[in-house]
């Protein structure tokens, strides 16, 4: 009777051994005498108790801090620098087998790695180009963790941190920059105003010159006009009698002073200023009024 008691705890406990569940973001690795024998998918799955065991590997995305390092660029600035590796397994036989500690180990070669790329570039290289250096990382990283099954996805260097004389030698050079820029589009903005206001000048005097063209061109044919009346009206009305009678006005005010005239006795003025005749010559007359 104690010897069924036994058998049957004993079976219990074997049976008990031999169930094991195996979580969505888990695999699990069966391991026969300590060997390989199968890869055990998540859910509930059956083991022989006592002569294998099953070790289950996490498969979702992780993340490892690569802690701050001093790293000298090419142009002899140390600056402080940091990272973070996030990654995944994609084969938890190579991930058990193939490496023993693997946040170590990829911290370490992220280490070495960030140090290279970055001694490789000078300051303003490294600043401006996180992009470049993430790339470089990743891909060296994800070349070598490729053989222990994991798969780098992304690394992104956090922290870039050069001495603090240099900091603020740059933010200088920043403020510098910031001021010359605001000279520029301020002296731009007086140009184009200057501009603006030349040119609005020049139209203005253009449409005066215009004006006074136009102005000019009607003033001249408006005295044209007149003057083609005039003729018009002269050729009319200005007869003969009008012609003596402006001839009486042209004498009238020649001889107004009593000044002698010598005309020749045949000339027409002789009748018409009223001229008396002594051979040889003509005197003038004054006329009495």
Request: aromatic share 4%; no cysteine.
């Amino acid at each position: 009777m104690p010897l069924l008691i036994i058998l049957v705890i004993l079976a219990l406990v074997t049976l008990l051994k031999s169930v094991r569940i195996i979580n969505q973001f888990e695999k699990g690795v069966v391991l026969r005498l300590g060997k390989f024998k199968s890869i055990a998918e998540p859910g509930l799955n059956l083991i022989f108790p006592y002569i294998e065991s099953l070790i289950t590997v996490d498969v979702r995305e992780k993340v490892i801090q690569v802690e701050p390092q001093q790293v000298i660029t090419k142009d002899n600035v140390t600056v402080l620098v940091d990272a973070v590796i996030y990654f995944k397994v994609i084969d938890p036989v190579k991930a058990e087998f193939e490496v023993e500690d693997f946040d170590t180990a990829a911290t370490t070669l992220a280490q070495t790695n960030l140090r290279n790329v970055v001694g490789d570039k000078t300051l303003d290289e490294t600043l401006v180009a996180r992009d470049v250096i993430n790339t470089s990382l990743r891909d060296v990283l994800d070349e070598v963790t490729h053989n222990w099954g994991v798969k780098v996805t992304r690394v992104e260097v956090q922290k870039i941190e050069p001495p603090q004389e240099i900091t603020q030698a740059m933010g200088l050079q920043m403020k510098a920059e910031r001021e010359k820029r605001a000279a520029i589009l301020q002296s731009e903005g007086v140009k184009q105003s200057q501009i603006l206001e030349a040119d609005g000048k020049k139209s203005a005097e253009i449409l005066k010159a215009e004006g006074d063209a136009k102005a000019k061109i009607l003033r001249a044919d408006a005295e044209a006009a007149a003057i083609q009346k005039v003729a018009a009206a002269a050729n009319k009305y200005f007869d003969t009698k009008a012609q003596a009678w402006r001839r009486l006005e042209v004498s009238a005010t020649v001889l107004e002073n009593n000044t002698k005239f010598v005309v020749p006795s045949n000339a027409e003025l002789v009748n018409v200023l009223n001229l008396e005749n002594d051979g040889s010559r003509t005197k003038v007359v004054p006329m009495k009024r």
